[in-house]
């Protein structure tokens, strides 16, 4: 059974951001996430919907470029791509935060994470049960259990 100083269920903001500050200060570290690294709101939330809403601040823009003296008589958007900018977006920052994690030498292990008893943590991965033990928990689940 591997071990840990700190082990951290979730990776959200408070989440990654509790892993990379344990790992700073020189502590071995899991953090254990279901999803995605960066939680719902870099993931499903406010970053993919201001992503969108810049597409469409820029489009209004230039479609308000005439009171400029700026032509733009065949202006149209392509739906496919502003989506796959969107995407873009959010891959860029969670392998940013997925990279940041990985330099401390946090381990990321993926699965759902509950309490099997004190001081250990089960994990139901894709491929079966694991399960770690950490000196401290952190709970950081966000809104979700």
């Given amino acids: 059974m591997e071990e840990y100083e700190v082990v951290v269920i979730g990776a959200g903001p408070g989440g990654y951001a509790a892993a990379i500050r344990a790992a700073d200060l020189g502590k ?22 201001k992503a969108l809403l810049r597409s469409a601040e820029i489009y209004e823009m230039v479609k308000k470029g005439t009171q400029f003296g700026i032509v733009n008589e065949n202006l149209s958007y392509d ?23 990985k330099k401390r030498g946090v381990a990321i292990k993926k699965g759902s994470g509950k309490l099997a008893d004190r001081g250990s943590v089960e994990i139901d991965t894709k491929t079966g049960k694991e399960t770690i033990r950490g000196e401290n928990l952190i709970i950081a689940t966000g809104s979700e259990p």
Avoid: D, Q, Y
């Fill in 79 to 101: 739906l496919e791509s502003i989506h796959k900018r969107k995407k873009e977006v959010v891959e860029r920052l969670r392998t940013g935060i997925e990279f940041l994690l």
């Fill in 28 to 49: 071995k570290v899991a953090i254990i996430e279901r999803r995605e690294i960066g939680g719902t709101c870099l993931n499903r939330g406010c970053i993919p919907t």
